[in-house]
């Protein structure tokens, strides 16, 4: 079982989807996160453990070493895509036991802005360190953040904005929820996003990578 | 044969030459090297060179007969024989009505592109470009990037005064040819401008906020003509300021106006038009049909979001190998400029300095402070190789979508051709190693020059010009990354330099 579950952080952490997939290189023609996520829970394993002693561990690696510029966006991009080949099996069995995960990250590009790439890495990387993660897509209205946040009591609602002119409305969005309930928490982030925009339009967190709303959420969590 | 004797940094040496060609390409011919941003079109006057004993010559209007020495000056060179005019559609000369109003009737086109204008004094009588000057778009200090001047618009006064600005340039451009080659204005009966949709709005004073923002609705991307008198342009009182035509948001007149203004020849079927800028604007043309995009590569070729990242000015380390460094003008290095860049990562790619995921694991020093200019390590760092592997996998992913949208494989594609000054100066051998552009057309590349430029002055020269840009627009169509399924998997793994 220990082997099962370090080959699994190792899949997580080197993005290795499945048996048939070629990336990476190296672990070419072994088992990848589908079948190892499958002997897992074929064994007895639960849900929570794979995803305590397997995900989670993958993750964290791959999130410390992409703020350490080790690795770069393919590499987490295949680590995401490998955690979600084990999330299948996952997921339907946290439904069912109500939820072990550790809170909720609600988050979406902001209106009148597609790009997701770095939305996507975020969302995926929260969820990889147990998180529940509601992703609202892109060209997302501040409504649509509010009522899912309502619905959602507690969960951290993240903003994504990539362009210089859409902060506009991550500053809008931020406001609005704030007016709508001040204990909502709001983090933002973005290439053209800084520490000090956040603080500006009163965002409760900023990170420029995934790895930084993670710490700040295992923070929020842990109390 | 005649004989040319070649003075150079690299030394003398003389050579027999085909007097049918210009001076120009007899130097490039034998690998000499001179700054030829037109692409020997005639029209910008960079190519100058010292030919002994008879004085300076504008080397690609300059056909020698007999033996000859030559000085090359000391300064940034293309290496890539760029023989723009080759490509450009050449059309019988046929200008506005007005034209034939006027004693010695000109034309001005203008490419107003983000960083600068370019401008072309065209002779309507004779069809020759008399002069091109250049001034930097002094739209400049409210941001570097169309998306920040948009942004700006948000300010009271904001579009005034960025209108404002490009009309004062113009103006000022009008006065500097009046003093210097007595051009009088009422002579002046037609102005073509070829811009990005961005810029059009702006010189119209149209509000471009909803170019900036999902669903990236242009108030207009049709051929316009304004009155030169309600735009405060001061050129003969009945001019028109004519303004190309755009197909979206960020695929402009500028594309529009360089897709027609090349004449691939016959046996060119399909093929790529690339804009190695920030927008990276690209097509897939085929006989019938035009896809086309922009990936928005980001900035860093020009030098933004790079630490010693900066334009092609003197000082900046424009070609780099395994033998070290070459700076524009032969100065220390201050900095890095684009070309400079992807001959850099090639090399470290190759020696391994870079891995194939884009490690660099410590600053790399180009030149320290003691041999630099600016007395400041002149380095990459592992920053900037991010940096790049962003933007090139933009235009790479962008490539390889369009291809496939257009149903075709690279072995359909029969040319490249890569517009705009950058395109003249990177080296293409070291832009397949980093993966900027696909290795399978490497003997298809085809550096254009200013197609955006050309494509204003064939709008003056001639009235037909509107039906091939007309074509243009009609068979193009937008092609929306964003939306599309695959762009993300593509970006990611083209970001490697394998
Ligand atoms: C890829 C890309 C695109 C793709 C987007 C595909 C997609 N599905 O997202 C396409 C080609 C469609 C595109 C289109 C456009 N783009 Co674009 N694009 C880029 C590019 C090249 C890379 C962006 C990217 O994905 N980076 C990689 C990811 C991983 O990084 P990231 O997003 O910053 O995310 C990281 C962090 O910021 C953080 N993060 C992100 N979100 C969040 C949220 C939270 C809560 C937290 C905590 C952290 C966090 O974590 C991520 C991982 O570290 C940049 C230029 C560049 N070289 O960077 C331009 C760029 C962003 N685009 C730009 C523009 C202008 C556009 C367009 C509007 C116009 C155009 N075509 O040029 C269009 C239309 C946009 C649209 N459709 O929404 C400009 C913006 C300029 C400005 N001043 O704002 C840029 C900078 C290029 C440029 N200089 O011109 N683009």
Same mark, same amino acid.
């Given at each position: 079982?220990?082997?099962?579950?370090?080959?699994?952080?190792?899949?997580?952490?080197f993005?290795?989807?499945?048996?048939?997939?070629?990336?990476?290189?190296?672990?070419?023609?072994?088992?990848?996160?589908?079948?190892?996520?499958?002997?897992?829970?074929?064994?007895?394993?639960?849900?929570?453990?794979?995803?305590?002693?397997g995900?989670?561990?993958?993750?964290?690696k791959?999130?410390?070493?992409?703020?350490?510029?080790?690795?770069?966006?393919?590499?987490?991009?295949?680590?995401?895509?490998?955690?979600?080949?084990?999330?299948?099996?996952?997921?339907?069995?946290?439904?069912?036991?109500?939820?072990?995960?550790?809170?909720?990250?609600?988050?979406?590009?902001?209106?009148?802005?597609?790009?997701?790439?770095?939305?996507?890495?975020?969302?995926?990387?929260?969820?990889?360190?147990?998180?529940?993660?509601?992703d609202?897509?892109?060209?997302?209205?501040?409504?649509?953040?509010?009522?899912?946040?309502?619905?959602?009591?507690?969960?951290?609602?993240?903003?994504?904005?990539l362009?210089?002119?859409?902060?506009?409305?991550?500053e809008?969005?931020?406001?609005?929820?704030?007016?709508?309930?001040?204990?909502?928490?709001?983090?933002?982030g973005?290439?053209?996003?800084?520490?000090?925009?956040s603080?500006?339009?009163?965002?409760?967190?900023?990170?420029?990578?995934?790895?930084?709303?993670?710490?700040?959420?295992?923070?929020?969590?842990?109390? | 044969?005649?004989?040319?004797?070649?003075h150079?940094?690299?030394?003398?040496?003389?050579?027999?030459?085909?007097s049918?060609n210009?001076?120009?390409?007899?130097?490039?011919?034998?690998?000499?090297?001179?700054?030829?941003?037109?692409?020997?079109?005639?029209?910008?006057g960079?190519?100058?060179?010292?030919?002994?004993?008879?004085g300076?010559?504008?080397?690609?209007?300059?056909?020698?007969?007999?033996?000859?020495?030559?000085?090359?000056?000391?300064?940034?060179?293309?290496?890539?024989?760029?023989d723009?005019?080759?490509?450009?559609?050449?059309?019988?000369?046929?200008?506005?009505?007005?034209?034939?109003?006027v004693?010695?009737?000109?034309?001005?086109?203008?490419d107003?592109?983000?960083?600068?204008?370019?401008?072309?004094?065209?002779?309507?009588?004779?069809?020759?470009?008399?002069n091109?000057?250049?001034?930097?778009?002094?739209?400049?200090?409210?941001?570097?990037?169309?998306?920040?001047?948009?942004?700006?618009?948000?300010?009271?006064?904001?579009?005034?005064?960025?209108?404002?600005?490009?009309?004062?340039?113009?103006n000022?451009?009008?006065?500097?040819?009046?003093?210097?080659?007595?051009?009088?204005?009422?002579?002046?009966?037609?102005?073509?401008?070829?811009?990005?949709?961005?810029?059009?709005?702006?010189?119209?004073?149209?509000?471009?906020?909803?170019?900036?923002?999902?669903?990236?609705?242009?108030?207009?991307?049709?051929?316009?003509?304004?009155?030169?008198?309600?735009?405060?342009?001061?050129i003969?009182?009945?001019?028109?300021?004519?303004?190309?035509?755009?197909?979206?948001?960020y695929?402009?007149?500028?594309?529009?106006?360089?897709?027609?203004?090349i004449?691939?020849?016959?046996?060119?079927?399909?093929?790529?038009?690339?804009? $190695?800028?920030?927008?990276?604007?690209?097509?897939v043309?085929?006989?019938?049909?035009?896809?086309?995009?922009a990936?928005?590569?980001?900035?860093?070729?020009?030098?933004?979001? $790079?630490?010693?990242?900066?334009?092609?000015?003197?000082?900046?380390?424009?070609?780099?190998?395994?033998?070290?460094?070459?700076?524009v003008?032969?100065?220390?290095?201050?900095?890095?400029?684009?070309?400079?860049?992807?001959?850099?990562?090639?090399?470290?790619?190759?020696?391994?300095?870079?891995?194939?995921?884009?490690?660099?694991?410590e600053?790399?020093?180009?030149?320290?402070?003691?041999?630099?200019?600016?007395?400041?390590?002149?380095?990459?760092?592992?920053?900037?190789v991010?940096?790049?592997?962003?933007?090139?996998?933009?235009?790479?992913?962008?490539?390889? $979508?369009?291809?496939?949208?257009a149903?075709?494989?690279?072995?359909?594609?029969?040319?490249?051709?890569?517009?705009?000054g950058?395109?003249?100066?990177?080296?293409?051998?070291?832009?397949?190693? $980093?993966?900027?552009?696909?290795?399978?057309?490497?003997?298809?590349?085809?550096?254009?020059?200013?197609?955006?430029g050309?494509?204003?002055?064939?709008?003056?020269?001639?009235?037909?010009?509107?039906?091939?840009?007309k074509?243009?627009?009609?068979?193009?169509?937008?092609?929306?990354?964003?939306?599309?399924?695959?762009?993300?998997?593509?970006?990611a793994?083209?970001?490697?330099?394998?």
């Open positions: 079982m220990e082997e099962l579950y370090s080959k699994l952080s190792d899949c997580i952490e993005g290795k989807i499945n048996k048939a997939a070629p990336f990476p290189p190296q672990m070419k023609d072994q088992d990848g996160a589908d079948e190892i996520t499958k002997q897992l829970l074929d064994a007895g394993a639960s849900a929570d453990d794979v995803l305590q002693k995900l989670i561990i993958g993750m964290e791959v999130g410390v070493k992409f703020r350490n510029n080790e690795v770069f966006v393919p590499q987490v991009l295949m680590s995401a895509k490998a955690m979600d080949a084990a999330m299948v099996y996952l997921k339907p069995l946290f439904a069912e036991s109500g939820g072990s995960q550790k809170g909720t990250f609600i988050i979406g590009t902001v209106e009148g802005d597609l790009h997701d790439i770095g939305k996507n890495l975020v969302s995926m990387m929260v969820e990889g360190n147990g998180y529940k993660v509601i609202l897509g892109t060209d997302v209205k501040a409504e649509t953040f509010i009522k899912v946040a309502d619905e959602n009591p507690g969960a951290i609602v993240g903003l994504s904005a362009l210089t002119t859409t902060m506009g409305n991550q809008a969005i931020t406001k609005a929820i704030k007016a709508h309930n001040t204990n909502i928490k709001v983090a933002v973005g290439a053209p996003v800084t520490q000090d925009f603080d500006r339009i009163g965002a409760d967190c900023y990170s420029a990578d995934p790895q930084g709303i993670v710490e700040y959420m295992n923070g929020v969590f842990a109390k | 044969m005649p004989k040319i004797t070649l150079s940094t690299a030394g003398i040496e003389t050579h027999e030459y085909n049918a210009s001076l120009l390409q007899t130097i490039q011919k034998i690998g000499g090297e001179v700054f030829a941003p037109c692409g020997g079109n005639g029209t910008c960079k190519c100058r060179v010292k030919v002994k004993h008879y300076t010559v504008t080397s690609c209007l300059y056909y020698p007969t007999t033996d000859i020495e030559v000085i090359l000056p000391d300064t940034k060179e293309s290496k890539i024989l760029t723009q005019y080759k490509h450009t559609l050449k059309l019988p000369l046929n200008p506005c009505c007005l034209a034939a109003n004693h010695s009737p000109m034309g001005l086109g203008i107003i592109g983000t960083t600068s204008m370019v401008f072309y004094w065209v002779d309507l009588k004779t069809g020759g470009i008399v091109t000057t250049s001034v930097t778009n002094p739209q400049g200090r409210f941001g570097a990037d169309v998306i920040s001047r948009i942004g700006h618009c948000a300010n009271e006064g904001g579009l005034e005064e960025l209108q404002k600005v490009l009309i004062d340039a113009i000022k451009e009008l006065i500097k040819l009046e003093e210097n080659e007595g051009i009088i204005n009422s002579d002046i009966v037609k102005v073509t401008i070829s811009a990005n949709t961005t810029i059009l709005h702006l010189l119209l004073g149209i509000d471009p906020t909803p170019l900036a923002l999902y669903p990236f609705t242009p108030a207009f991307t049709d051929y316009k003509i304004v009155a030169a008198k309600k735009l405060g342009i001061d003969n009182e009945q001019g028109g300021i004519h303004l190309l035509p755009s197909i979206s948001a695929v402009g007149a500028d594309i529009v106006s360089g897709i027609s203004s004449a691939p020849r016959n046996e060119i079927k399909n093929y790529l038009f690339i804009d $190695i800028g920030t927008n990276g604007e690209m097509a043309v085929t006989p019938n049909e035009i896809f086309c995009c990936t928005a590569a980001g900035p860093a070729f020009e030098g933004a979001n $790079i630490k010693c990242g900066m334009g092609a000015f003197d000082g900046a380390i424009s070609e780099y190998s395994d033998n070290g460094y070459k700076t003008g032969n100065d220390k290095p201050i900095g890095i400029c684009g070309s400079g860049l992807i001959d850099i990562i090639a090399t470290l790619v190759n020696n391994g300095t870079i891995s194939m995921d884009g490690v660099l694991t600053d790399f020093v180009l030149a320290d402070k003691n041999h630099s200019g600016n007395g400041e390590n002149i380095i990459l760092t592992p920053r900037d991010r940096e790049v592997q962003l933007a090139k996998s933009a235009i790479m992913s962008g490539i390889k $979508i369009l291809i496939d949208k149903g075709l494989t690279y072995n359909d594609i029969d040319a490249l051709y890569l517009a705009g950058f395109g003249n100066y990177l080296n293409p051998d070291n832009a397949m190693r $980093i993966g900027l552009l696909p290795m399978e057309l490497a003997d298809r590349i085809i550096p254009v020059g200013n197609t955006s050309a494509g204003a002055v064939l709008h003056l020269l001639s009235e037909d010009f509107n039906d091939v840009l074509s243009t627009v009609e068979k193009s169509q937008n092609i929306e990354l964003s939306e599309h399924p695959d762009f993300e998997m593509e970006y793994m083209n970001m490697y330099f394998s």
